[in-house]
């Protein structure tokens, strides 16, 4: 991105997926209300007249949500607000509400408490990479529409449980810990899996911007402690854990093993291709080799495409899939939803798919194949270099012969016995690395390939590999 003089918004908060900063340090309440003039003056181009907003748990959300309204109505847009809800409630309205398909979610995610930020949805599509740049661009320029919109208020909280609980029925009672972090998932989570017929013991249900308990990140093992002790004490068939908005879920089985949401994606993809043969299935290239097997298997198209939330919804609008995934737990229901990411929805389906089971959901889920992977493993580089890394060890690394090399995020490698993926990090300054071997000889030696290439371009990076 390249920084415009004298601009009164710091370029760093727009960034590929969203814009996320901390609050009263690099986004403070005027420059949010300039983001809502330039998000405003967007919609306009666009024809879009109305935009929703909500905001969820955190502390700053209220007046955040207050300046990027002024910001957004002084662009001569229209504001339905709809208060504090999960971001997945936001992308419902913009498509049951009549008259917009635009949206803006005041939301920091599973950031820590002191951040905030914004997901942005005009005329359908979700913005990144370019669309968030263009922004910043119309505010350091000035390019910003004037007007007077209208505010009103509306609630879709019990519109969002009815349309899911009109679709989903478990077919014998589960029992589920569910687990919210203090996230905004708080109030609807617990409530629909109770609603759907399920025993449901809720953990930390309390929305708290401080989250005191755990960080709302159920991506990490150290974030899913309190839900695995509560699962085996209770006898729990299931727990669940949203993050702090609620677009992404984690899920723990009986004997408190994570399942990750490339597995959780076989169990998606099974189910969903039951009903409709041939369909098309993506997933990011964080994800294991052996879910484009199970997709093939039961009969559908796997298709890997880039990680990000936006980008993975419109390479499903462009090619018509049915579902997709990432490996962050971010899964995308079109067939009988949206299309959107929701970690609310996604938990009703999978207490739909348990509940057809004659087995637990430890032997459910080892019925898929199992590799042995590594977690996420990052290297500290710079933001200005971390891409031509990666352009350079995509270009000139030796993976062997043996290697099929994948380029359209990063570089994907895989081998008959294995993968490895190194990336550069959107967010932050970091390569994002991950590998997996059918066994630890085959493991070692794909991380050792990896190694090596990296020393090769550069010989002063420090890898933990």
Request: glycine content about 10%; proline content about 5%.
């Amino acid at each position: 991105m390249s920084p415009v003089k004298n601009s009164p918004v710091p370029a760093s908060i727009f960034r590929a997926y969203d814009i996320r900063g901390i609050v009263d340090d690099t986004l403070t309440e005027e420059t949010v209300e300039l983001i809502g003039r330039a998000i405003g003056s967007e919609a306009a181009a666009r024809h879009e007249s109305t935009v929703v907003v909500a905001r969820d748990g955190r502390l700053s959300g209220p007046r955040l949500s207050e300046a990027l309204t002024r910001g957004l109505t002084a662009a001569g847009r229209d504001v339905i607000d709809i208060g504090m809800v999960p971001t997945p409630v936001l992308y419902f309205a913009t498509h049951v509400l009549e008259g917009t398909a635009s949206g803006v979610m005041v939301t920091g995610s599973h950031n820590p408490p002191d951040y905030n930020g914004f997901k942005i949805v005009l005329g359908g599509e979700t913005l990144s990479g370019e669309a968030i740049t263009a922004l910043y661009r119309r505010i350091a320029s000035g390019d910003l529409s004037e007007g007077q919109g209208s505010v009103r208020q509306d609630d879709l909280r019990d519109a969002y449980l009815e349309r899911i609980l009109g679709d989903i029925t478990l077919e014998r009672p589960i029992k589920a810990v569910v687990d919210c972090g203090n996230g905004v998932a708080g109030e609807l989570g617990p409530k629909l899996i109770e609603r759907l017929g399920a025993d449901t013991i809720p953990l930390f249900a309390e929305i708290d911007g401080t989250f005191p308990n755990h960080h709302p990140d159920p991506g990490k093992l150290e974030n899913l402690q309190d839900l695995i002790r509560e699962v085996k004490a209770s006898g729990a068939d299931i727990g669940l854990a949203f993050d702090g908005d609620g677009d992404r879920l984690g899920v723990v089985t009986p004997t408190g093993k994570l399942i990750y949401p490339d597995h959780l994606m076989m169990a998606f993809a099974e189910d969903m291709l039951s009903r409709n043969p041939g369909a098309k299935v993506i997933f990011d290239v964080k994800c294991t080799g052996n879910l484009a097997r199970v997709i093939d298997d039961a009969g559908g198209e796997p298709e890997m495409w880039r990680t990000g939330h936006s980008l993975i919804k419109a390479r499903m609008k462009e090619t018509g899939a049915l579902l997709a995934g990432e490996m962050s737990g971010h899964i995308f229901f079109q067939e009988r939803w949206y299309g959107f990411d929701d970690g609310i929805y996604g938990a009703a389906r999978l207490l739909e798919i348990l509940s057809k089971q004659d087995k637990d959901a430890d032997a459910f889920f080892a019925r898929y194949p199992q590799d042995i992977g590594t977690p996420e493993i990052n290297i500290q580089v710079t933001d200005e270099t971390k891409f031509d890394l990666v352009e350079r060890l995509a270009r000139e690394g030796d993976f062997g012969e043996d290697g099929v090399k994948t380029t359209l995020d990063g570089i994907r490698v895989d081998y008959a016995d294995g993968w490895g993926l190194c990336r550069a990090s959107n967010t932050t300054p970091v390569l994002v690395l991950r590998f997996e071997g059918k066994s630890n000889e085959a493991l070692a030696r794909i991380r050792a390939r990896f190694a090596d290439a990296l020393k090769q371009i550069d010989p002063a990076l420090t890898l933990p590999l």
